[in-house]
């Protein structure tokens, strides 16, 4: 069954730096699509950075990137010169589906990484 | 303009009550989303519609009720809800129902139930 893992529950970066969030994920499907998704404390989820596992390089959005290794099955997240603003959970999810009949394109969530940034 | 939008946003309930969430997207998305979440916890699924057609119903309760009256709204009908029901309830919508489409939410429903 497809999982991600977060393993970092919780995160500091002082502003102006650069942090990696590190999400691992576990699928025996060749195709698949790998999200990032922001939530503050005030409750919504906001799409980050998208990275499909056919895709050659690497997704950047603005500050965002994804640093996808597909051999290790990783897709950390990358925030450069980080803001107050981007204190919040972080959340890496997967969609599952082979593509075919049994797509069903449930999003697969990780457990979150709370990042505070401090000034 | 990726914008989901959601009312209430707060809503406080007796276990008693009868209440609607109500969801609406204006991108011309053909499947939308139910999701719960607890704090500090992922958002879990409840229910799926594609093209106004409920696809997925991750066995959820028969004290909510959802309801997709056309292509842009989504209802979740509660009634005699536990307070374990008590939750953040967020609405998503994606152009189809596939691993490729990117999900977009919406601010959330914060429910209370006494």
């Known amino acids: 069954a497809q999982k991600i893992t977060q393993t970092q529950p919780g995160m500091f970066v002082q502003e102006k730096e650069a942090v990696t969030l590190d999400c691992t994920y576990d699928t025996s499907d060749q195709s698949y699509g790998l999200f990032w998704y922001k939530q503050p404390s005030s409750g919504e989820m906001i799409f980050l950075i998208y990275q499909g596992s056919y895709d050659e390089q690497n997704a950047t959005e603005g500050r965002y990137s994804l640093n996808f290794q597909k051999a290790r099955k990783s897709a950390n997240l990358v925030i450069s010169a980080s803001q107050l603003g981007d204190s919040a959970m972080y959340f890496c999810a997967m969609r599952e589906g082979d593509g075919g009949s049994s797509n069903t394109g449930k999003l697969i969530f990780g457990q979150g990484t709370t990042l505070q940034v401090k000034p | 303009d990726t914008e989901v939008t959601q009312t209430p946003k707060h809503l406080v309930m007796g276990m008693t009550n009868k209440k609607s969430l109500k969801c609406e997207q204006h991108m011309g998305h053909r499947a939308m989303y139910w999701y719960k979440q607890k704090a500090k916890k992922p958002p879990e699924l409840m229910f799926v519609y594609s093209y106004e057609k409920l696809s997925i119903n991750e066995s959820v309760p028969s004290r909510f009720s959802p309801e997709c009256p056309n292509s842009s709204l989504l209802n979740l009908h509660l009634h005699a809800l536990q307070p374990e029901d008590s939750a953040l309830y967020l609405c998503?919508?994606?152009?189809?129902?596939?691993?490729?489409?990117?999900?977009?939410f919406g601010p959330g429903t914060r429910l209370l139930v006494l």
């Open positions: 998503a919508s994606s152009q189809e129902y596939s691993r490729w489409e990117t999900q977009y």
